[in-house]
């Protein structure tokens, strides 16, 4: 064989070895995370790629400007689900980020205390989070869980996972007025977990923005299925006595227990799904629904429903009346109190509206 000839095999070989590559005395192969795996610090070699995100210790680390950008190399099996569950939270340094970080034209309203983020992952919104405060949740820490499924294919064949968070585009007044602009400045990453699913879909877990003030408006958020269906969100509206923000004295929690029958024996009489019923009927309750990628209106309903037994509980279901959607969508939710009639509905208890899952 000619000189010529045994190169052009030579070239040949190499064309189809797809390992080929150039390579250093100081290169060293990328490490990759296994699958199942829990990632909890931003010191691990595999995080390989950040973009606007401090990288934590004891938590993956915290977003620092909108959009924030995460870039894991994951040893992924192409021809499978990868299902991605990540835990958001915010505490005290959460606000001291959000004061130095942004632009110092960046300015909110005092109302504007709830964040709201939604969620990319390889190119596509994936989820959306809120994460509300504590004067908001009644002292619930500010927690956020999501998760979601990227279908097989969708990790890149060099194993990078690219997890983004950014805020919503077009929010109208009524939502500006109670989200924070870059609302993920600050916001902590405290665990990422991959896995393969076991055939059970996503949990999508609708998040509320409740308001101390059962009257004021209650914001939630949802994320369609993969059809575009959005499930209806199970809303429970109840009453309850007002209690202290801290109960830290056994003796305090002591007088609240025994005295609880005699609060309630002074409560109203009236069940709390009747009173909902007939606000529902009677037009006291509106609905508004907006997409957040698109900002386009959506027409919203709240319908009465059954549910567990309870005089002091209600429940009812949140949908949307506009056809599928391939967008998150944020809903928002007034009840008119000069309709109601607070005496026979509520006496001197306060109403609390929660989300449930299912």
């Known amino acids: 064989m000619s000189q010529e000839a045994s190169t052009q095999v030579s070239m040949d070989q190499s064309a ?72 958001m939270s915010i505490d005290k340094t959460s606000e001291d980020w959000w004061h130095k970080r942004p632009p110092e034209h960046v300015t909110r309203e005092d109302t504007a205390t709830g964040r709201l983020m939604l969620l990319r992952s390889q190119g596509e919104t994936r989820a959306v989070c809120y994460l509300a405060p504590a004067d908001d949740t009644h002292g619930s820490p500010a927690v956020g869980m999501v998760e979601f499924d990227l279908p097989p294919g969708a990790v890149t064949k060099e194993g990078l996972l690219i997890l983004e968070a950014l805020d919503a585009a077009a929010l109208p007044d009524w939502a500006q007025s109670r989200i924070m602009p870059y609302s993920q400045v600050g916001v902590r ?6 896995f393969v ?40 509206v109840r009453r309850q006595h007002a209690r202290a923000a801290t109960l830290t004295r056994r003796a305090v929690n002591k007088a609240i227990r025994e005295s609880r029958r005699r609060l309630l024996a002074e409560g109203p009489t009236v069940p709390m799904q009747d009173a909902v019923r007939r606000w529902l009927d009677q037009g006291l309750v509106s609905v ?17 429903q059954d549910g567990p037994r309870n005089p002091a509980h209600a429940h009812a279901q949140l949908r949307i009346e506009d056809g599928p959607t391939d967008e998150p969508v944020l809903f928002r939710m007034i009840t008119d109190a000069d309709g109601v009639d607070v005496p026979t509905d509520l006496g001197r208890m306060q109403l609390i509206w929660d989300v449930l899952p299912g």
């Open 189 to 194: 990453v405290d665990r990422i977990e991959l």
């Open 288 to 304: 508004d629904g907006v997409g957040l990628e698109s900002g386009r209106p959506l027409r919203a309903a709240l319908v009465s």
């Open 197 to 236: 699913p076991d055939g059970s879909p996503a949990r999508v877990t609708p998040f509320v923005g409740r308001r101390p003030d059962g009257f004021d408006a209650q914001l939630v958020t949802t994320w369609p299925a993969v059809d575009g269906s959005v499930a209806p969100v199970h809303v429970r």
């Open 16 to 87: 189809r070895d797809e390992t080929l590559c150039f390579e250093t005395i100081f290169d060293h192969p990328p490490a990759l995370l296994p699958v199942p795996t829990e990632l909890t610090t931003g010191q691990r070699p595999e995080l390989q790629v950040v973009d606007r995100f401090t990288r934590g210790v004891a938590i993956v680390g915290r977003f620092a400007l909108s959009p924030s950008l995460i870039g894991a190399k994951v040893d992924v099996d192409p021809t499978r689900q990868l299902r991605v569950r990540v835990r």
